[in-house]
């Protein structure tokens, strides 16, 4: 009887044979994403079970489904103002940044005198505590004599806590933007500003979706800076604020889910129009 053939049958057992800590660690992180994301989104499930309780008061246990929590959050007034008002300052705030944005990307890639003095001053109220900068934009525009307003101080405040972000983002993009495309079509005959629009901006169209959605979904959330600016106005992060200081009312997690579709309705249209714009004709 061979020796060799008996050996190869061995190794080749305790290679298929599973290891103890191979297997160990394959549950560890299991058992670490499970966490992971329950942590995630069971608040998010929580509120949705909430939005559909029958309770007056907000919390377990479940007394039975119901939309009445939906049609009073409906026939509010002052929480679909307050709605439109969050959508419309978004709305704003990413277009007016992502544009700051998108020409100081363009200054940096050719570069200027004081660069880096100009790239600390536009990353400072990423530094800067929210409150600190809240006290901050509210003695400004009081030495300038600006009454609060959505669409003058609390605009400001939301695209100054923006534009680092999205800077960040597009700069990035804009600085990897191969230079020998412009300068291709420039041979050909093509003006400065159509390398611009035929050129530079459909290269980075799905940046410029990216940077809109993320700078969107900043200034629906912004709340602290928000707070020290807005006067008589209110955003959807106020009115929570407001209504959860005074009382926990029953149609909060109606508010926070319709909140949250908003949002993730606006991100998957982005992520559509991202996704089309990368798509090259046949």
Do not use: C
Request: overall charge positive; aromatic content about 12%.
């Amino acid at each position: 009887m061979s020796i060799v053939p008996a050996a190869t049958r061995f190794s080749r057992s305790a290679a298929a044979a599973p290891r103890p800590a191979r297997n160990g660690w394959r549950v560890a992180l299991t058992a670490y994403a499970v966490a992971f994301y329950i942590f995630l989104y069971a608040p998010i499930a929580i509120i949705v079970l909430l939005s559909f309780n029958k309770s007056e008061t907000t919390g377990l246990p479940f007394l039975g489904a119901t939309t009445h929590w939906y049609h009073v959050v409906f026939s509010r007034n002052d929480l679909m103002a307050a709605l439109f008002n969050s959508i419309s300052l978004g709305i704003l705030s990413a277009i007016v940044a992502t544009s700051i944005a998108f020409l100081l990307g363009l200054a940096f890639r050719r570069g200027f005198f004081g660069q880096p003095a100009v790239l600390g001053l536009i990353l400072l109220p990423i530094l800067m505590p929210g409150i600190i900068g809240g006290i901050v934009l509210l003695i400004f525009f009081g030495y300038l004599g600006i009454r609060p307003g959505l669409y003058t101080t609390v605009l400001v405040a939301h695209v100054n806590w923006v534009l680092p972000f999205v800077f960040l983002t597009l700069n990035a993009r804009l600085q990897g933007l191969d230079r020998a495309l412009e300068e291709a079509a420039a041979d050909l005959g093509a003006r400065t500003h159509q390398v611009m629009w035929r050129v530079v901006l459909p290269i980075i169209r799905p940046a410029l979706i990216a940077t809109l959605l993320f700078s969107f979904s900043l200034s629906f959330d912004e709340f602290i800076r928000t707070l020290f600016v807005i006067g008589y106005d209110r955003t959807i992060p106020v009115v929570f604020w407001i209504a959860i200081v005074e009382r926990i009312a029953p149609e909060l997690p109606a508010m926070a889910v319709i909140t949250v579709l908003v949002s993730t309705l606006g991100s998957l249209l982005g992520f559509a129009v991202s996704a089309r714009s990368r798509i090259k004709p046949a």
